[in-house]
């Protein structure tokens, strides 16, 4: 029977994956698979909370047999990539029932801030993933992680290095040269550990040694070539303040930590292949110096998302965040989780994208559209619709009585009936689109010019008369004449013919909001593959618009989102919103017709 533990994760199984569409089978689900057929985990025990291994013995047997964990460092915000690792994480953990837990990795306390953790726990709940009582950091083990390199010293394993960053760097080879062995390498390991100890107690100055693990300074993987577990940095930790001035480095926290709580699977991106050796090699020492319990953790390597048209490097994130190139890391234009979500994308259409992507071995590129088509998806099937004109200008319907109104219904959602319909106010004044005419218009347009009809959807069929002008040639008001008995929904509506429907407003009933239409960041698909990156930006990816929106929008909650008819989807803004007044952000268009900027 599954644990109470690890029903929270299970809860939500219908939200690993995007709406009606089951997940894709995989290499790692293969994995999992057949590990699962083989009982390789059928023995694997759980404390209720991780600890070493003398407390791991003593606890019950844990009928979660799959564990995976999404481990973020709580330096900066979660992006678009990071969504496709909390699907695969949390989505194989719901599918084999699981659990995965959310780990953070605050081995630097130097760029690590309580801001980033809460915005990392909002992300991966606002995405429908629930770790239930699985939270941890690794600054939970930086006793344990102490004590094993202790450990690592006794058994000759791990070495104190007083050379300097520079001779470390320099003395471990190329790819093409070995490395050299440090003068330390060999020294007693009574003397490292002294040291090591002298470190731990603030008796040595920053950056004068180092703790290194002693492998082979010859091996074809650099990785291998006494890398650095601890190293001295007298900085304040966001938890555990200034108990420390040594800490781990991150290749070195990780595997402990995985295997500490248990992880079955630990999934991460290709960049970390070459540093599986090492992975193992940790583990499998710190289980012969009876520290550790097997079966050990295992490693398993998928290619990164690589989406075009946006940058998902951290350091230059920031860079954006902190010139001012993007107002905050919520920017509805910055490819942050939190910016997509104030954009008014939703969580449906990233899982819907993640189980579309799949997950491969293979580095590739992924168009931004496909995540745009995602969200296209999602929203159509649960926006329910709405009247905005963004460009406005009167149309005076003149055989309208001056005064009267009447109602005309439009549904909430054409798919879904039982939504209902709103009722649309009809008078002698609306808003029209501005380019829904045109004095002399182009071949094939079907909308309003002199002497044309056009049926005012949801409304009458009228024709228009002419127009009204400024003294600068623009119009500033339409002419038209409505055709009796021809209310859509009415007996005979349909007897006069048409080529053309355009949306419209009561300039007496609607209100004045404000839209930003949103585009996409860089105008370039691969930003900064031929110059700097800030050269790329797209100069109209925001602009902002005085639109008229329908009575029933005035309410809109924060979040709340509507299809524009015509014009896509919008999400009511979730901090410059207020009470009878949204402001709406343009989430994604009807359709795929993006075209890059010139210049």
């Known amino acids: 029977m599954p644990s109470a533990s690890d029903k929270p994760a299970r809860a939500k199984a219908s939200s690993a994956h995007g709406a ?57 915000y979660l ?27 605050d081995t630097n ?23 239930g009582p699985h939270l941890y950091f690794a600054s939970d083990y930086f006793d344990f992680m102490y004590q094993a390199a202790e450990a690592l010293v006794q058994a000759g394993h791990a070495y104190v290095d007083e050379q300097s960053a520079d001779e470390i760097r320099a003395g471990r080879g190329t790819l093409t040269e070995a490395g050299k062995n440090s003068p330390y390498r060999d020294r007693q390991r009574e003397e490292s550990l002294a040291r090591l100890r002298e470190m731990r107690d603030g008796r040595h100055a920053d950056g004068s040694m180092v703790l290194r693990a002693k492998i082979d300074m010859a091996s074809p993987n650099i990785n291998l070539r006494d890398p650095i577990l601890y190293r001295i940095r007298r900085a304040t930790h966001h938890r555990t303040g200034d108990k420390w001035c040594i800490y781990p480095m991150y290749t070195y926290a990780h595997p402990i930590e995985d295997a500490l709580e248990n992880v079955t699977h630990s999934l991460c991106t290709l960049e970390f292949e070459d540093q599986r050796p090492f992975y193992d090699w940790l583990l499998e020492r710190l289980a012969d110096c009876d520290l550790l319990l097997r079966p050990l953790p295992q490693q398993i390597e998928f290619a990164r998302l690589n989406l ?8 230059k994130l920031i860079q954006l965040v902190e010139e001012r190139h993007c107002e905050s890391w919520d920017d509805p234009r910055l490819p942050t989780l939190a910016g997509a979500r104030r954009r008014g994308y939703t969580p449906g259409g990233f899982r819907l994208f993640a189980d579309r992507i799949g997950v491969s071995k293979a580095d590739s590129w992924i ?27 009167k149309l005076i319907v003149d055989n ?47 909308r309003l010019f002199p002497g044309n009809s056009v049926r005012l959807r949801y409304g009458y069929v009228v024709k228009c008369t002419g127009c009204d002008k400024d003294a600068e040639g623009r119009v500033t008001a339409v002419h038209c004449e409505y055709i009796p008995d021809t209310m859509s929904g009415t007996p005979g509506a349909e007897k006069v013919k048409v080529k053309g429907a355009i949306h419209w407003l009561s300039a007496a009933h609607s209100h ?14 691969h930003p900064g593959r031929e110059r700097d990156f800030l050269e790329d930006l797209n100069p109209n990816s ?47 268009t009807l359709k795929d017709s993006w075209v890059p900027p010139k210049g």
């Open 20 to 76: 009606g569409e089951p997940a894709a089978s995989n290499f790692i689900r293969h994995v999992v698979e057949a590990d699962l057929a083989s009982g390789k985990h059928a023995q694997r025990r759980w404390a209720g909370r991780p600890g070493p291994a003398s407390v791991q013995r003593d606890a019950p047997a844990d009928p979660a047999r799959i564990r995976t964990r999404f481990p973020p460092e709580p330096n900066g």
């Open 79 to 105: 992006h678009i990539g990071h969504a496709k690792s909390i699907c695969l994480n949390f989505g194989i953990a719901i599918d084999y029932a699981g659990a995965c837990h959310l780990r953070f990795d």
């Open 109 to 131: 306390p130097e760029k690590e801030e309580q801001e980033y953790v809460d915005s990392i726990i909002a992300a991966v709940k606002w995405l429908g993933f629930d770790w």
């Open 308 to 315: 075009t048209y946006v940058v998902l490097s951290k350091r």
């Open 367 to 393: 168009e931004y559209s496909v995540l745009e088509e995602c969200m296209r998806d999602d929203l159509n099937a649960s926006a329910e619709r709405r009247i905005a004109v963004l460009d406005p200008v």
């Open 400 to 446: 309208y009585p001056e005064g009267e109104v009447e109602e005309c219904f439009a549904p909430n959602h054409p798919n879904k009936p039982e939504l209902g319909k709103r009722p649309v106010p009809f008078s002698r004044e609306l808003w029209i689109e501005r380019e829904d005419f045109e004095e002399t218009p182009p071949k094939g347009y079907f």
């Open 512 to 525: 004045a909001g404000e839209v930003r239409i949103f585009d996409r960041l860089f105008r370039d698909a």
């Open 542 to 588: 925001k602009r902002i618009l005085s639109a008229q929106l329908e009575p029933a929008l005035k309410d809109a909650q924060p979040e709340e989102r509507f299809q524009f008819e015509r014009h896509g989807y919008f999400c009511a803004d979730m901090h410059d919103s207020r009470p009878g007044a949204p402001v709406f952000n343009r989430a994604v």
